[in-house]
């Protein structure tokens, strides 16, 4: 038990009486909780709750990890701040005073919710988790993978909701400026301070009806070329990767068309004799679906990056971690089914 000589006077350490440390006095109008609190430690508030929780200077030196000396000069600091003994010595043991024992409960409450506020996040409740989620990407990858991550969160988090956008414009930057959470697929976001997580790759097919002549037979550069074409582009562009890739072989195609989604560009390609363009695998579940035929291109293409990208100030999200998982393990389970 510490000694009552180590203890400090229920004075200041000067020899002088205590004074309480008196908050200037509001403005008109103003409320206690507006008003600064003139310098006062909040530290403080730490060493008195294992103080009153010890009832003695070198016990609660003990819980902290400080010397007896520190804890001591701060229990001065706090009978100058409050103008309350706080401790003083009966016999060989120290007993709080009534003001102590009136604000225990409270400065314990405030620490452990001080700890609450900078300890790190733990995981979310799912079952109660209600929030609304902006996800950018392309339409045919919310095709691939839509069924499957709705299913995920319908099971898990039934509160969830998905809000998918396409993906955005080179002027517009969604997850910078906060109206977007997640951009999947090829990512467009060029922000430097944007998280970018590459989780495979893909790679480009043409794809006609059934029955169209170029099933038939080889499919060479020269038939490839020869073939009336539709582009899905976004931004209404008529030309791409594959007029490159033709153009190094001394080729031209005829592109009739250009139009915003892969899902309008196959609709029209499964109704006529045009050649559309897809990704190979996660277009597998789209072509299925409308009976179109998968063709190898024959061409040297890039392949087509699929990734993950958010703003970091989502990094210790706890709910929107979560979601990045979810996301991650549909896209990769995508692509894994569309190499089979």
Do not use: C, Y
């Amino acid at each position: 038990m510490h000694s009552a000589a180590d203890l400090p006077a229920a004075s200041g350490g000067d020899g002088e009486p205590v004074r309480p440390v008196v908050l200037p006095a509001a403005a008109s109008g103003e409320s206690a909780e507006a008003r600064p609190l003139a310098g006062i430690d909040l530290n403080l508030l730490v060493t008195l709750d294992a103080l009153l929780a010890e009832r003695s200077v070198s016990g609660a030196a003990r819980r902290l990890h400080l010397t007896e000396p520190a804890v001591s000069r701060a229990l001065g600091r706090i009978r100058k701040a409050t103008g309350d003994p706080i401790l003083v010595r009966a016999g060989n043991t120290m007993v709080p005073t009534p003001r102590a024992l009136e604000i225990h409960a409270e400065v314990h409450d405030l620490v452990q919710r001080a700890h609450g506020v900078f300890a790190p996040v733990g995981a979310p409740d799912l079952a109660t988790l209600d929030r609304t989620f902006t996800i950018l990407g392309s339409d045919m990858l919310v095709a691939s993978i839509g069924v499957d991550l709705l299913d995920r969160l319908a099971r898990r988090a039934p509160r969830v909701r998905l809000r998918f956008l396409p993906e955005p414009t080179p002027s517009a930057d969604p997850l910078r400026d906060g109206t977007a959470d997640l951009e999947i697929g090829q990512i467009d976001s060029t922000a430097p301070e944007i998280h970018v997580e590459t989780l495979g790759e893909d790679s480009a097919i043409a794809v006609v009806r059934a029955g169209h002549p170029l099933t038939e037979g080889a499919l060479t550069p020269q038939r490839l070329a020869a073939a009336r074409h539709i582009v899905a582009s976004r931004r209404g562009r008529l030309h791409g990767p594959v007029d490159e890739a033709l153009g190094a072989l001394g080729l031209r195609r005829t592109v009739a068309a250009s139009v915003p989604s892969h899902t309008v560009a196959l609709s029209l390609v499964a109704r006529s004799d045009l050649v559309g363009v897809a990704p190979r695998r996660l277009g597998r579940d789209s072509l299925a679906a409308l009976g179109l035929v998968p063709l190898d291109l024959g061409l040297d293409l890039p392949s087509l990056p699929l990734g993950l990208a958010w703003h970091p100030r989502f990094d210790a999200d706890a709910s929107h971690r979560w979601l990045r998982a979810q996301v991650r393990d549909v896209i990769r389970g995508s692509i894994t089914q569309g190499e089979s």
